[in-house]
Structures are given as structure tokens and as C-alpha cells.
């Protein structure tokens, strides 16, 4: 069983920048590819950004890409979501989650999900 436990959510300015955290326990996070998911009021959950077990693998929405980067840290076994340039638009609840597949296609594949952490743009 794996818990994850995010942080780091808040309110800032369009054009600032937080850093997001999730923190493993229960089990290393060593060969579980990580990602961070978004929804918004109203809107379904999207994938905001995914990184494989060997941190060889990043995939990002078009939305992000170049604003947001992903990372991990194996000795710490907990997974990071660097946000730059924030839009309004990034107003959403954000989860990490957890797989074993490599790369995962759809949110289904993931089996562990964090509680989530309220991130909040303000124009």
C-alpha cells in the first residue's frame, strides 16, 4: 500500500510560481512511474505531468509545457511539481498519483492517488 500526501497548494498572483510536493510512505516509490493530475470546477481530472520509475521519461500537457517542470527524489521518496508562470487558468485541485506502468495512457492506470491540494490563481 502506498500513501502519498501532497503539499505545498496556496493562492498567488498570475505570474508567480509554487512548488508542489508528495510525499511517499508505505512503500519506496522506486519502480512506480508518478504524476501529477489536475481538475478544475466543473471540468474532468486531466494529466498535468508524468514521470517514469528512472526519472528517464517526462510527459507533459500541451497546456504546461514549458511552465511546469516534474521531478522526484528517491532518497526522500517523494515527487515534485515545479510551477512557473502561473495563468488562472491553472485554478485547480491537484493530485500526484502512483503506477506501476511505465507510462500510463488514461487515469485508470493509476493505483494510488494523494488527497489532493487546492491551488489558486488569482488575475
Known amino acids: 500500500q502506498v500513501v502519498l500526501i501532497e503539499s505545498g497548494g496556496g493562492l498567488v498572483q498570475a505570474g508567480g510560481s509554487l512548488r508542489l510536493s508528495c510525499a511517499a510512505s508505505g512503500r519506496t516509490l522506486s519502480y512506480y512511474t508518478m504524476g501529477w493530475v489536475r481538475q478544475a470546477p466543473g471540468k474532468e481530472r486531466e494529466s498535468v505531468a508524468t514521470i517514469t520509475w528512472d526519472s528517464g521519461n517526462t510527459v507533459y500537457a500541451d497546456s504546461v509545457k514549458g511552465r511546469f517542470t516534474i521531478s522526484r527524489d528517491g532518497a526522500k521518496n517523494t515527487g515534485y511539481l515545479q510551477m512557473n508562470s502561473l495563468k488562472p487558468e491553472d485554478t485547480a485541485v491537484y493530485y500526484c498519483?502512483?503506477?506501476?506502468?511505465?507510462?500510463?495512457?488514461?487515469?485508470?492506470?493509476?493505483?494510488?492517488w494523494g488527497q489532493g491540494t487546492q491551488v489558486t490563481i488569482s488575475s
Open positions: 498519483a502512483a503506477t506501476r506502468v511505465r507510462m500510463p495512457t488514461t487515469l485508470d492506470e493509476y493505483a494510488y
